[in-house]
């Protein structure tokens, strides 16, 4: 039985995950905490690992019992707290000057801010997927393709693109509960150039994307709909809500395929 092994939150849009034991599912299909915050200029454009490689080198931890982000740069000792709140333009300036972008902070406690509005739930991979991509590009490692690809949920089980099963043809959707929440599972997620970049220093691998497209076109599984995939650089499923969402999610959790929705 594929069970839940891993759970991971962003609680700010393109900085460090934090890797929990449990998560509650919201009304709107997405994880409490996920995604709540983000980074946006003055004109209200994202300011993300897609537009900027300097990101990639902030370490973050975030401490939601008291709303404090701790920021470090990447190989560097000295770290910097902010109330987010009572902070707020002393973390903003802090960003700006690091960036140098005009940064302003924007928060959705209800829904975060997904990549895919339409699927704001949680993404899902399992560790055989993780394990075979990180193969492909040897040294990378399992946990170097866990902070390059950045899902939500990791799923143990033997079998590598085990979240394709989670896919319909068509316009189609899979219905799959973990533990007592349901969701549909609705498309491969397209990626974007972060993948291509190291999740420490931003440095760039050069043709991993042209690679992987190739690789996943070739190591399509045959029970996947093909037909969902207008290109091959795609990885984890996408999800949302299926009917009355919430409960909580927990490591260890079985994970069912219920069928097409």
């Known amino acids: 039985m594929p069970k839940l092994s891993d759970i991971s939150i962003y609680p700010f849009k393109s900085l460090d995950a934090q890797r929990v034991d449990e998560a509650v599912v919201l009304p709107s299909g997405a994880l409490e905490g996920d995604r709540r ?52 333009k002393a973390l903003t300036d802090w960003l700006s000057a690091f960036l140098g972008i005009a940064i302003d902070l924007i928060e959705n406690p209800d829904a975060g801010f997904p990549d895919d509005s339409l699927s704001p739930g949680p993404t899902v991979i399992s560790t055989a997927t993780l394990a075979e991509v990180a193969g492909w590009f040897a040294p990378m490692g399992i946990e170097e393709a866990r902070l390059r690809f950045r899902a939500n949920l990791e799923i143990d089980v033997e079998e590598a693109f085990w979240e394709d099963r989670l896919l319909a043809g068509g316009d189609g959707a899979v219905r799959f509960r973990i533990g007592d929440v349901e969701f549909l599972g609705t498309n491969p997620c397209a990626r974007c150039i972060v993948p291509t970049r190291n999740p420490q220093s931003g440095e760039v691998l050069h043709g991993l994307s042209k690679a992987f497209a190739r690789r996943r076109r070739e190591t399509l599984p045959a029970w996947a709909p093909a037909d969902r995939f207008d290109h091959f650089y795609r990885l984890t499923t996408n999800t949302r809500p299926a009917g009355v969402s919430g409960g909580t999610l927990r490591v260890g959790d079985e994970v069912t395929i219920l069928g097409p929705a």
């Not at 994202?46 to 990447?74: C, M, Y």
């Open 37 to 88: 915050f983000a980074l946006v200029d003055v004109h209200g454009d994202w300011v993300n690992g897609k537009r900027t490689a300097e990101i990639h080198r902030l370490r973050s931890r975030f401490d939601p019992s008291n709303e404090q982000l701790t920021l470090r740069v990447e190989g560097t000792s000295e770290e910097h707290t902010f109330a987010v709140r009572a902070e707020r």
